[in-house]
């Protein structure tokens, strides 16, 4: 069974930094693109940033970046989002995403976690 | 960047049909994916690749790709369908892009 468990998430001031992380388990992790998304209170679904099965490529959306940074660790099963310079609008909860293919990133996004929640406030 | 548009809400009877649009430049090019999301738990992907269905998907949901409009149908609709519905496709130049969702009520 797939599991994806978001961590790291909390109460953060403007322009300081959070790092969440995601454990992975029940497929084998090293083989898939994995994904951030994000969704603000009562708001819709927003892709953050992407990263294929060996680091190769990463992408990020504009609103986050040079201010974010995706990374994984394979033998761990563990996936990454620094997320420097925080602004109001970057709260949200966030979503750790399985891609559905293997050897790409630009497919549908098949497992998703309960995802962890970032708030960012004075 | 590449835009998706969808319809803010849809109502439905239930056992009728619902139809959810999701509309973007020259869709038909591009494979979309669909999402159901129900009040306080994540997505779950229901359609992917314009039309083919996950394992434990009832048959109900299907999706068809067409010029400017890709479709989300649901067929004899139940009250357990209700949920916020979003479409997504990959554009080379936007990467990840998600449609604006539409809240699908079983009146």
């Known amino acids: 069974e797939v599991q994806l468990v978001e961590s790291g998430g909390g109460l953060v001031q403007p322009g300081r930094s959070l790092r969440l992380s995601c454990a992975a388990s029940?497929?084998?992790?090293?083989?898939?693109?994995m994904h951030w998304v994000r969704q603000a209170p009562g708001k819709g679904l927003e892709w953050v940033s992407s990263?294929?099965?060996?680091?190769?490529?990463?992408a990020y959306a504009d609103s986050v970046k040079g201010r974010f940074t995706i990374s994984r660790d394979n033998p761990k099963n563990s996936l990454f989002l620094q997320m420097n310079s925080l602004r109001i609008e970057d709260t949200a909860l966030y979503y750790c995403?399985?891609?559905?293919?293997?050897?790409?990133?630009?497919?549908?996004?098949?497992?998703w976690g309960q995802g962890t929640m970032v708030t960012v406030s004075p | 960047s590449y835009v998706l548009t969808q319809p803010p809400s849809v109502s439905v009877v239930p056992g009728k049909t619902a139809r959810v649009t999701c509309g973007g430049d020259?869709?038909?090019?591009?494979?979309v994916h669909w999402y159901q999301q129900k009040p306080g738990q994540a997505p779950v992907l229901v359609i992917y690749?314009?039309?083919d269905r996950p394992s434990g998907i009832p048959e109900r949901f299907s999706g068809s790709n067409s010029g400017n409009t890709a479709t989300l149908t649901i067929s004899r609709v139940e009250a357990g369908d209700e949920a916020d519905y979003y479409c997504?496709?990959?554009?080379?130049?936007?990467?990840?892009?998600f449609g604006t969702g539409t809240k699908v009520t079983v009146l």
């Open positions: 995403v399985k891609n559905h293919e293997m050897a790409t990133e630009t497919d549908a996004f098949d497992f």
């Open positions: 029940g497929f084998a992790f090293d083989e898939y693109a």
């Open positions: 990263i294929t099965w060996n680091s190769g490529r990463v």
């Open positions: 020259n869709i038909e090019s591009k494979t």
């Open positions: 690749y314009d039309s």
């Open positions: 997504q496709v990959w554009d080379s130049s936007s990467d990840h892009v």
